[in-house]
């Protein structure tokens, strides 16, 4: 019989895409992955924030609106606490994450926090479906507790949201459970010589290696690159020494995307509305 990495239903890799090194914000230095052609649909964007030196990072993301998407931060080490024009004020820290649905609009801060290993965390994008473009703004924060594990030998996965299963049928839903597109998201560790198969049917499935290297069905995917999955039923990730990486899984949208700064519409006059609405000061009224 097949193994499971050669099974006609496996996933197997078919683009690359390789973190690029950016800043945002007040200069904090970051890696970049993103796509506002549709090719993750519905995820546009990964930024890694990561440095065990304050200066690349303490600067923070002052006060700044987003209109259209949703964020998720995910913190491995350090921390990050947030204020926005709703009155939220929470800070995270290792295993912790933050969701906001900016909707119409929503104005916010995000200023980072070290500990002994510095700061290690990403920022995910996600395309809002054209009818939740305007909705109203919300915000939430979950603490690593309140996260789901699958465990096998050697293996761990820790569910951020969205449902997750293995191959032989424990599954778990991570508290995260109204992310555009009907988004999963997870954080993967495997020790050296681990195996973690999933039952994988998302039409969007993606794998960023940020640790070691795993092997993506068969192949080899190194820190820093992001590889999304062709069609098929489960995923496969092994490691010879050790590795940890992001899963996400979404179904697409398949709507124009309009992308301007911290805007993501379907049009442009909707981002010069946006432009518009920002500076008169209505923004985050309706």
């Known amino acids: 019989m097949p193994d499971a990495t050669t ?6 890799i078919d683009r690359r895409l390789r973190s690029q090194p950016s800043q945002d914000g007040d200069g904090v230095k970051i890696q970049r992955i993103h796509d506002f052609g549709g090719g993750l649909d519905p995820f546009l964007m990964l930024d890694e924030l990561g440095s065990d030196r304050p200066d690349d990072y303490l600067g923070g993301f002052p006060p700044h609106p987003h209109r259209g998407i949703q964020t998720l931060t995910y913190v491995i080490h350090g921390g990050l606490t947030h204020e926005d024009h709703l009155g939220h004020t929470s800070t995270i820290h290792a295993g912790d994450a933050q969701w906001m649905h900016t909707g119409r609009g929503i104005v916010h801060s995000e200023m980072p926090l070290t500990d002994s290993h510095g700061l290690h965390g990403f920022q995910l994008w996600l395309n809002l479906a054209a009818r939740d473009k305007l909705s109203p703004a919300t915000y939430r924060d979950v603490r ?3 996260m789901p594990r699958l465990g096998a030998a050697g293996a761990e996965l820790i569910a951020l949201g969205g ?3 293995t191959a032989t049928g424990d599954g778990v839903s991570g508290p995260l459970d109204a992310l555009a597109g009907d988004a999963a ?3 993967v560790r495997l ?11 998302a039409e969007t499935l993606a794998v960023y290696v940020f640790a070691g290297t795993l092997e993506v069905g068969d192949e080899p995917v190194t820190s820093g690159e992001l590889a999304r999955l062709g069609p098929g039923r489960t995923l496969t ?5 050790g590795g940890e990486a992001l ?3 979404g179904t697409p949208h398949r709507e124009p995307i309009a992308h301007y700064g911290p805007f993501v519409m379907n049009d442009m006059r909707e981002i010069e509305q946006a432009l518009a609405d920002y500076r008169d000061g209505t923004f985050t009224s309706g």
């Open 185 to 187: 998201v997870a954080h």
């Open 7 to 12: 099974s006609p239903q496996a996933r197997r």
């Open 247 to 249: 899963l996400l899984a």
């Open 163 to 165: 449902r997750w299963q």
């Open 237 to 241: 990730l092994t490691t010879r020494h």
């Open 191 to 201: 020790a050296a010589g681990a195996t973690l198969t999933l039952e994988a049917s």
């Open 144 to 146: 690593g507790s309140e």
